[in-house]
């Protein structure tokens, strides 16, 4: 090509010289990129020198390039994804990458199975030595205060001759009840509810007390005034502490429901970890054997026997578990509740029954009947059924834990109240004719006399239930204790194994890798 000035040609072989523009160049100008192109002839001409055709200018602040632009930076990701499908395309990389995801999935089951049977373990430690406890004490914490407020009844009704023996029991009441509270409200964590009763009863328990001491005060003077606050006091009591608590004890039983349901819950996602780890060990271990028609390997089938015996174990220890916890629910817990209940409803028909004497038909209902009297027949149809003789209704109180009763220890003392509560009834009836006849004195003796009064009957039923709910406490604590002792061991041998299975397969897929060295 001739120079555009002189159309001179350079002679082959020849650089062109400085100044002159050759075929094709690179321009870049400030702040613009790089641009490559051909030159169609003769570049520009700016008067000093040559403009060449092809040449290379950059300004300040120019991209060095190619016409494609700025080439970006590669993140670590896009590189560690771009070994790993070049690993994948070999053998050995293959190798590496089902050895790391077979450790993985191991050590995942070994910490998925003691994650859920340490919850499980607990929840089951809970119901024995939090929970089942509780309740029990929101039920004495009931009994104590009713069986207070009725001895504080057959106390007012003695009059001056009120024995030592009924102040003791009436002071021994209260005083439970306080001692519960406090065990209570230490104890009570998580629940508005509970604490919420706690401090309701807390409250109010001072104020029913001193009611009652006026009440005793103003019966010994003769004055009729004692009995307007015995019943001011009964009332604080029926309307205001006992609903109290047995919200408390509504709440602390419904906890250990809570307990029992997270400590019988199935460990899927332990179980799923186990079944994943195993399918994809049996997968290894035959990919293994086809590409190398060798039967075993011995760090897989370690891996595959130490992911099985965790498997298995979790299985098994769950279910024996699942199954004591079951037993100690319905052999245990349903009793106590029914018992308790018993406990309750004789008490409250025991307080009634003194109450219809220190009132006389002050207080009726809304059909002009006895408020006590009819508050007596409502507690006895509760505790053993509409009927005045033979066995209890199946639907009452006493029936139910007959039913529930599954041993004769258990059995027993519940047949026995349910005939003492039948006596009762009998000496309840004739005291309530003697009152009607206007012989009070005898309904009295009839009520809180002797060894043929009424209060004897009702002391037999209260230490029969009790006898009842002492060999059901023990028998739900015996079935909940061997239930939770089937995991006993199961977290530590999960880890231990789930470690030596992950180095297994590692072993294994190592022992396959050497072959390519």
Same mark, same amino acid.
């Given at each position: 090509m001739s120079n555009p000035q002189t159309g001179a040609v350079p002679p082959p072989g020849r650089a062109a010289a400085p100044g002159t523009s050759s075929g094709a160049g690179t321009f870049a100008g400030a702040g613009s990129p790089a641009v490559s192109g051909l030159s169609s002839g003769a570049g520009p001409s700016s008067g000093a020198g040559p403009a060449s055709g092809a040449g290379a200018f950059s300004g300040t602040g120019s991209a060095a390039g190619t016409g494609s632009g700025v080439a970006r930076r590669r993140t670590a990701w896009a590189d560690g994804v771009d070994q790993l499908r070049a690993a994948a395309t070999t053998e050995p990389g293959r190798l590496r990458i089902i050895g790391a995801v077979l450790a993985f999935l191991v050590m995942a089951f070994g910490a998925a199975t003691a994650w859920q049977v340490t919850d499980r373990a607990t929840a089951?430690?809970?119901?024995?030595?939090?929970? *089942?406890?509780? %309740?029990?004490? !929101? @039920?004495?914490?009931?009994r104590s205060l009713?069986?207070?407020? /009725?001895?504080? +009844?057959?106390?007012?009704? @003695?009059?001056g001759k009120e024995t030592q023996a009924t102040r003791d029991r009436y002071e021994d009441d209260i005083?439970? +009840?306080?001692?519960? $509270?406090?065990?209570?409200? %230490?104890?009570?964590?998580?629940?508005? =509810? +509970?604490?919420? *009763?706690?401090?309701?009863?807390? %409250?109010?328990?001072?104020?029913?007390?001193?009611?009652?001491e006026t009440a005793r005060t103003n019966n010994r003077q003769g004055l009729p005034l004692g009995g307007a606050y015995l019943r001011y006091a009964n009332a604080q009591m029926r309307d205001e502490l006992l609903p109290a608590a047995r919200g408390l004890y509504v709440a602390e039983t419904a906890r250990l429901g809570e307990d029992y349901d997270a400590a019988k819950a199935w460990p899927w996602l332990a179980l799923s970890a186990g079944v994943l780890a195993l399918g994809a060990l049996a997968w290894a271990q035959r990919r293994n054997y086809r590409r190398t028609n060798r039967v075993f390997n011995y760090g897989l089938l370690a891996a595959t026997t130490a992911s099985a015996v965790v498997l298995l174990w979790l299985a098994v220890g769950h279910s024996v578990a699942?199954?004591?916890?079951? =037993?100690?629910?319905? %052999?245990?817990?349903?009793?106590?509740?029914?018992?308790?209940?018993?406990?309750?409803d004789a008490l409250q028909a025991r307080g009634d029954e003194n109450l219809t004497l220190v009132a006389r038909g002050a207080v009726v209902t809304k059909d002009q009947q006895d408020f006590y009297e009819a508050g007596y027949r409502t507690g006895m149809k509760d505790l053993a059924?509409?009927?005045?003789?033979?066995?209890?209704?199946?639907?009452?109180? $006493?029936?139910t834990a007959l039913t529930l009763a599954d041993d004769d220890a258990g059995r027993r003392p519940v047949e026995e109240a349910v005939a003492t509560v039948r006596q009762w009834q009998a000496r309840h009836a004739e005291a309530r004719t003697a009152d009607? *006849?206007?012989?009070?004195?005898? !309904?009295?003796?009839?009520?809180?006399?002797?060894? !043929?009064? /009424?209060?004897?009957?009702?002391?037999?039923?209260? =230490?029969?239930? @009790?006898k009842a709910l002492d060999h059901e406490q023990r028998q739900l604590r015996r079935a909940a204790d061997d239930g939770r002792g089937a995991l006993d061991g199961l977290v530590t041998g999960a880890v231990v194994l789930a470690l030596l299975g992950a180095t297994g397969a590692v072993l294994g897929i190592g022992r396959r890798l050497s072959e390519y060295r």
């Open positions: 089951a430690r809970d119901v024995v030595e939090r929970s *089942q406890p509780l %309740s029990a004490d !929101a @039920a004495d914490i009931y009713a069986d207070a407020d /009725t001895t504080a +009844a057959s106390g007012f009704l @003695a009059g005083a439970m +009840a306080a001692r519960l $509270l406090a065990k209570a409200s %230490s104890n009570t964590r998580g629940s508005d =509810t +509970a604490a919420r *009763q706690i401090a309701t009863l807390n %409250s109010l328990l001072p104020r029913y007390t001193g009611l009652i699942r199954s004591g916890l079951n =037993t100690s629910y319905e %052999s245990g817990a349903k009793s106590l509740n029914v018992l308790n209940e018993a406990r309750i059924g509409a009927g005045h003789s033979g066995a209890a209704a199946a639907d009452s109180r $006493l029936g009607d *006849q206007g012989d009070y004195d005898l !309904a009295l003796a009839k009520v809180i006399g002797g060894g !043929a009064a /009424t209060g004897q009957s009702f002391d037999r039923v209260d =230490t029969q239930l @009790a």
